[in-house]
């Protein structure tokens, strides 16, 4: 599904966000990536994205080489690829359902595939009454999962989290994470940057941690607390 | 693309993967179409002042032109429904002797550069006189005729160069039995020359006022830019492409466009309507069933379809330049 080969990003600026970076990430796996800010978390999720490219190295993306994609391709492989946000990224310009349409009107659904889908996902995260409301009038929490609702309401294959519980508290971050889980468990792979240690360990899935841009760790964090 | 979403999901998951066909593909297309017209409009309302500032802008910059050329296209019509054929008045000596005038006159018909001769009698120049002057109960008190016996030259189409015409006028004022020469029409070539000239300076202004209408639906669209950057991020990062996140700009642009043509229209008309009355008096005083022609539908077509036009370049001009800055 995701495979880095020794991938480095240098900014403009000269400062080099990830350097001979090497994994590979199974299409249905669920992995949490970790490490202090700065350690390059948000430019590997950003190359995935496509926000970003790759100055050396080799990105693959489900069996496609991002480095050789066009710019006009760009807008088509985002499609593939679910994503929340730490700051959710909500417009309030519109209701809930609009914001959780907006995927599939970009990829040009009907609208009666865009109702039916919709209601879905916002069923899947447990907001279905609230799909008139604007989301300025929500909790964060219930902004965070109508974020997850626009990222899954598109049933990518794979689903990208930046910091996704960073301004929840611990009880509506389990929440969070366990929906992430029901949607790895439906074949989903679930990749999610997070420097919240108590709630990686407590997941018991695979970590990856960087530092200053580079793997320091691939593996199950022992449980322990 | 197609290749990159099935090598995507090539994993079997419960939910079914709907297939989008072609057919449902280009009706979702042509509802965004609609989508974004609507959605353009309805923002266009919800800020009216600013709305009414840009569609007046372009109203002003439409119908100052546009008011000018039909205006000109009027003139015009006068000019052209006078003869713009130069003629020669040649008014011959009183005592000329009648055998001589038809000497002369033969002598003129085989001029190349002339093509018709008229001569009128003293008599006949005093009817015609009488006729077109309105001043017949003055004539009748002269005891003679002031007038004299008057060929009329009308020179060959090829020969109304100025030079030529000169040269015409004084080979003919050569003549012993010539005593004056007058040139006729001249003043209506003049005014076809200004005219033109005019002409030509109403379209510069039209030229400069239209990319006035450019840069200031290209300014408000650079706004709207601005103001929507978080909207077109997000659509950007769920796999918008540029083309959706400009449709909804470009169509704000172009109902700039038509607003601004449907004011301008109203303008125009106003314009020429204030106007008809005081050509109306003008003409009537020349004894001349002159009536101004008014704006008339395809006018307003030109017009509303200029208005788009302009409309849509100036939203694509801004929206080329801003939206490839904005990438999330």
Known sequence: MISFTQVSKRYPSGHE????????????EMLFLTGHSGAGKSTLLKLIMLMERASTGQVVVGGRNLNRMRQSQIAFHRRQIGVVF????????????????????????????????VRAALDKVGLLDKEKQNPIVLSGGEQQRVGIARAVVNKPALLLADEPTGNLDPIL???????????????VGVMIASHDV?????MQKRVLTLANGSLIYDGVLPANA | ??????????????????????????QAYSAHHKVSLITSFRKLISRPIQTLLTTLVVAIALALPATMLIALKNVQTVGKNLNTQPKLSVYLNQKAKPNAIDAFIVELNLNATISRVTFKTADEALQAFKLTSGMGDALELLDENPLPPTIIVEPQAAAIDPVILDALASEIGASPLVDEVVFDMGWVRRLIDIMVLLETLVLALACMLGVGVLLAVGNTIRLEIESRRDEIVVT????????????????T????????????????????????????????SYQSSFTLNIFGLSDFISLVLLGAGLGLSGAWLAVGRELSNIEP
């Open chain 2, 236 to 251: 950007k990062l769920v796999g918008g492409t540029n083309a959706f996140v400009r449709r909804p700009l470009l169509y």
């Open chain 1, 198 to 202: 108590s709630l990686i360990k407590s």
């Open chain 1, 173 to 187: 971050s389990d929440e969070i994470m366990h929906l992430f889980e029901q949607f790895n468990s439906v074949g």
């Open chain 2, 253 to 284: 642009g172009l109902l700039y466009g038509v607003f601004g043509a449907l004011c301008a229209s109203f303008i125009v008309l106003f314009a020429l309507l204030a106007l008809s009355g005081p050509v109306a008096s003008l003409a009537a």
């Open chain 1, 86 to 117: 730490q700051n959710h990224q909500l417009l309030f310009d519109r209701t809930v359902f609009d914001n959780v349409a907006l995927p599939l009107q970009v990829a040009g659904y009907h609208s009666r595939e865009v109702g039916r889908r």
């Open chain 2, 1 to 26: 693309m197609p290749n990159s979403r099935q090598n995507i999901h090539t994993k079997e998951r419960g939910a079914k993967q709907a297939k989008l066909h072609i057919m449902g593909r280009m």
């Open chain 1, 17 to 28: 966000a990830l350097s001979g970076l090497t994994f590979e990430m199974d299409s249905s």
